[in-house]
């Protein structure tokens, strides 16, 4: 005769509520024995070591219906696929969380970098980018094939980032269009499947001059936001030669009004 245990003593040695246990149950992890004469139910040390079983598989990742099939297969096979498939569940997840802790200490190095680098330039590499244009300037594009592609892109958050391209023909000519978008450095596209197509363009890594620029929804992005970078290049004898990249590293709302910062890649032909 196997020792009984009330749901409560049961709850008490899982480390969990009663009501949680009665999950367990209507989830057919275990199934306890009902005494006729008073209706409560009871558990044994089988039900015991089921749940502790299950507990192992819920720290795999498996649900609680994968572990009721779990529990009804009669095959040590069957057991072992679904521990492989779940292998590879956990190994995705390690990647997709070693690439987040990457992700996090690049952010916090830009905040950095735009604190330092307003009114500031230097001349570094542009890591390479892949950008879609979600608007142009401040009008959101409505196509459904860009809507679709903005929604699949919206779903890569925290690797993607907010960012406008100035091309290098409208600076020339002194006109104020800009597209904004999305963007993602290049180390990240093999792991979310980015490539170059008709929508998404791809800036290859250059030389250009850095800085970092404040903008504010009360007054529009425009040229007038590249000027001082513009004038440090003619200063300095160094010719644009390429669109003007810009990433948002941070976006707040204090009161009424939206601030952004931009680092901002003037591309250079080389000095050297």
Same mark, same amino acid.
């Given at each position: ?50 749940? &502790? ?10 649900? &609680?219906?994968? @572990?009721?099939? /779990?529990?009804?297969?009669? =095959?040590?096979? !069957? ?6 498939? !779940? ?5 995705? =997840?390690? @990647? ?87 963007? &993602? ?13 008709? /929508? ?25 936001? /590249? ?40 591309? @250079?032909?080389?000095?050297?």
């Amino acid at each position: 005769m196997y020792q009984k245990y009330s749901i409560g003593t049961m709850a008490h040695l899982m480390g969990i509520s009663a009501e949680a246990l009665r999950y367990y149950e209507s989830k057919n992890i275990v199934s306890p024995i009902r005494d006729p004469e008073t209706g409560y139910r009871y558990f044994n040390t089988w039900d015991f070591h089921m749940l &502790l079983r299950a507990r192992h598989y819920q720290n795999y990742g498996f649900s &609680l219906e994968e @572990i009721g099939e /779990l529990f009804r297969s009669g =095959e040590l096979s !069957q057991v072992r696929e679904k521990m492989e498939d !779940q292998e590879a569940v956990i190994e995705k =997840e390690i @990647i997709r969380q070693t690439n987040l802790l990457k992700r996090i200490r690049q952010s916090q190095s830009m905040l950095k970098d735009a604190m330092d680098s307003v009114g500031k330039f230097r001349i570094e590499e542009r890591p390479g980018i892949y950008r879609m244009n979600t608007q142009k300037k401040y009008t959101l594009f409505k196509e459904k094939e860009q809507l679709d592609l903005i929604s699949e892109w919206s779903e890569k958050e925290p690797f993607v980032f907010s960012c406008a391209v100035f091309y290098e023909k409208d600076i020339r000519d002194g006109n104020s269009d800009f597209d904004f978008g999305l963007g &993602l450095c290049e180390e990240y596209a093999p792991f979310l499947n980015v490539k170059e197509s008709e /929508l998404v363009q791809y800036y290859p890594p250059c030389l250009c001059v850095h800085t970092c620029v404040p903008s504010r929804s009360s007054k529009y992005l425009s040229l007038d936001n /590249l000027a001082d970078g513009l004038e440090f290049l003619r200063q300095n004898g160094l010719t644009l030669c390429g669109d003007v990249v810009t990433q948002v590293v941070c976006m707040t709302k204090p009161e009424e009004e939206y601030f952004n910062w931009h680092l901002v890649w003037f591309p @250079i032909a080389s000095p050297y």
